[in-house]
């Protein structure tokens, strides 16, 4: 589903990101953890296609194809997924009708019919419910006023809603008490198939006793220092960063 | 009069004297001592400041004088049989208005509705000794002094225009639609009108004004506008500036609110080379409250001038302003709000807002907040921000698969919303928001 061979990338002239290799099969939920500065949220942006993100060399392919050439837009209609670890706050857009807009959009980008503001609203509130998102939160402008855990809420509802074949949760458990984390969880957890590939960015080993993954990355310093089962998270706690070593398995 | 009274003049402001002192004799109401003198003080009023360059404080960021020709000349009424161009996507005249049409200043045709029998019209450009006692009572009281260089011009050189009165307790009337149609024709030319507004106590009255221009010339449309609220009067007053690209606008407006009266306005800026509305809202008297709301969205070398002088004459009096711009290309918004409080105006209650979004490497904005206040016991806040479009808000719903044009769309009218909602709804505001997305067309690129 995601092959990452040899990334380098520049932000502002500075290279964050020098040599990233990983490789994600369809069916799989893998962890990135690393350190605050070791490039988690760059390699995220860069996977989205945000601007300012330069790849100088190296590849992404997303299903075969290199996605490097694509804006962020056609990256999700083609069915790429980033829940960012600080969803923005957007005034005067309404969340419902965002998301609407933004299910639409990738559809039509897809040549698929649209869909009409019943079905949409239907749809959504179902979703919703499980995540004990409120018609009231649907109502509101987009991520405004919203608590942490709400705004982490929406974002795991939009991943439920456009159903992605990749999905990137960026830090999605920082600042979430216990009980959001494994609400969140869950929703991943649902979300997981044997057609869909899920890289899950964290700082801590805490969500990985809720979202299990195959396989764990640690990425330092811009590259993947090492790669593991599950265990190499709890090695990780115990441990600390500064403690891991050697090449990567 | 005659031009020895103002020995060195500029010729911009030769313009305006020259017409006066050639033809103040045949001006509408000539004959009229009381409108004589009012306009003779007008044009020393106006000579005081002159055609306004930079050097005058409250035109600093606005120079007409610079952007004037010096041909213009004095625009004439179409004659009967004369097909006048079509106003072809007005879109702003609401369900049921009556229609008054002005075309280069002058009464064209009353049309739509049928005219209430409790509002009365006088066509300016026909005032004789058969003028009704209100029109001599108000016409040029206000909006005619030097703060409002243009608006005393107007005055002076009136050569048309309607006053209109809405008798005591009038409510639920058809809106009334002001339709400006301003053609140049052949030749570049200026125009000078007056409307005068009287809404006399508890009367209720929603106002839709709009202002469409044509021709390849340059036409200054000059318009001075007296609005005059009697005790408990509401009015709400919509305004749509779509001049012609070559066109100067200046509207000078100057409204006197008394007890517990009412004006809302929405001020839309969406043409024109370069439009001027200077505004003057004197709170004269306990409870009067004022609300203005700008929308000013330009692109290429479009320059929109808003300029209120918000004036607490008297104790538990409120006023709200709100300016916002978008702008493109090498468009400028000046935003200028002056707010006093008089002595004794005590629990005055006065607050502005100043935001513009700059989607140009090259356009500006101009935000200039300004208070005044001689009072205790008063609440005056003001703010200024002025910025891109959030980079952070775009990724985002890019992102999500919305493509950059809708969303830097969703952004612009996210940021306008707040400046239009509960104002106008329905066509009018389907009517707004196309031109709004029109006028900034070139950052949508790939928009269908």
Not at chain 2, 25 to 34: E, H, I, K, V, Y
Not at chain 2, 116 to 136: C, G, M, N, Y
Not at chain 2, 290 to 307: F, I, N, P, Q
Not at chain 2, 331 to 345: I, L, M, P, Y
């Amino acid at each position: 589903m995601l092959e990452i061979k040899d990334l380098h990338v520049s932000v502002g002239g500075k290279e964050i990101l020098k040599g990233v290799n990983l490789s994600v099969p369809a069916g799989e939920v893998h962890a990135v953890m690393g350190p605050n500065g070791s490039g988690k949220s760059t390699l995220s942006y860069t996977l989205a296609g945000r601007d300012g993100y330069e790849v100088t060399s190296g590849s992404i392919l997303y299903k075969g194809e290199d996605l490097s050439s694509l804006s962020p837009d056609m990256r999700a209609a083609k069915g790429f997924f980033l829940a960012l670890q600080y969803p923005v706050e957007i005034p005067g857009v309404a969340t419902l009708m965002f998301l609407k807009t933004a299910l639409n959009s990738q559809r039509r980008a897809r040549g698929e019919a649209e869909l009409g503001a019943m079905k949409v609203m239907k749809f959504v509130r179902e979703k919703a419910k499980a995540l004990n998102i409120t018609e009231e939160m649907l109502r509101r402008p987009l991520n405004v006023g919203f608590s942490g855990g709400e705004k982490k809420r929406l974002e795991i509802l939009q991943m439920e809603i456009f159903e992605p074949s990749l999905a990137v949760l960026d830090e999605t458990d920082s600042g979430l008490d216990i009980d959001a984390i494994k609400l969140v969880a869950e929703g991943v957890n649902a979300m997981r198939s044997d057609t869909r590939a899920m890289v899950v960015i964290t700082h801590y080993q805490r969500l990985l006793d809720y979202i299990v993954p195959q396989r764990v990355h640690v990425l330092r310093a811009g590259k993947i220092e090492k790669s593991g089962g599950p265990e190499l998270a709890k090695e990780l706690e115990k441990q600390g960063y500064e403690n891991i070593s050697g090449a990567a398995a | 009069m005659t031009a020895q009274a103002f020995p060195i003049l500029d010729p911009k402001t030769a313009l305006f004297h020259d017409d006066y002192a050639a033809n103040a004799a045949d001006l509408p109401g000539a004959g009229l001592s009381w409108l004589q003198s009012r306009r003779e003080a007008a044009i020393k009023a106006f000579a005081r400041t002159g055609m306004p360059t930079r050097h005058v404080e409250s035109w600093k960021y606005s120079d007409l004088s610079a952007a004037l020709e010096n041909d213009l000349e004095p625009a004439t009424a179409f004659r009967a049989g004369v097909e006048v161009p079509a106003a072809t996507e007005v879109g702003f005249s609401p369900v049921g208005a009556t229609q008054i049409t002005l075309v280069n200043g002058f009464l064209h045709l009353i049309g739509g509705a049928e005219l209430s029998k409790f509002v009365d019209v006088v066509d300016l450009a026909q005032l004789s000794v058969r003028t009704p006692e209100w029109v001599e009572k108000h016409l040029g009281l206000h909006a005619s002094a030097a703060d409002q260089a243009l608006g005393a011009a107007s005055l002076a050189l009136m050569r048309g225009g309607v006053a209109i009165r809405v008798r005591a307790n009038t409510k639920e009337i058809p809106p009334l639609h002001l339709n400006f149609v301003n053609p140049s024709r052949g030749h570049g030319l200026m125009s000078h009108a007056r409307v005068l507004l009287l809404l006399e106590e508890g009367a209720s009255l929603d106002l839709v004004e709009t202002h469409q221009g044509s021709g390849e010339y340059q036409l200054l449309a000059n318009l001075g506008m007296e609005i005059v609220l009697h005790k408990n009067a509401n009015l709400t007053h919509s305004r749509f500036q779509e001049e012609a690209g070559r066109t100067l606008h200046v509207t000078s407006i100057g409204a006197e609110l008394s007890r517990d009266a009412n004006y809302r306005a929405l001020i839309a800026n969406l043409g024109g080379r370069l439009s001027r509305l200077d505004m003057n809202i004197k709170l004269a008297e306990p409870g009067a409250s004022a609300t203005l709301r700008s929308v000013t969205a330009l692109d290429g070398e479009a320059h929109a001038d808003v300029t209120t002088v918000m004036d607490h004459a008297a104790p538990h009096t409120t006023s709200r302003e709100l300016f916002k711009s978008v702008l493109v290309g090498r468009a400028r918004s000046v935003s200028q709000g002056k707010v006093t409080v008089r002595e004794g105006a005590v629990k005055s209650d006065s607050h502005q807002l100043f935001k513009a979004l700059l989607l140009g490497p090259r356009a500006e904005a101009d935000a200039k907040p300004e208070l005044e206040i001689f009072a205790d016991d008063v609440v005056c806040g003001h703010g200024t921000a002025i910025g891109a479009l959030d980079a952070d808000a775009l990724f985002y719903l890019r992102s999500r698969g919305i493509p950059e044009w809708e969303a830097r769309s969703m952004l612009v009218r996210a940021f306008l919303g707040d400046a239009i909602d509960g104002f106008v709804e329905g066509g009018i505001l389907d009517a707004l928001w196309q031109r709004i997305d029109r006028a900034l067309d070139s950052i949508y690129g790939g928009a269908e």
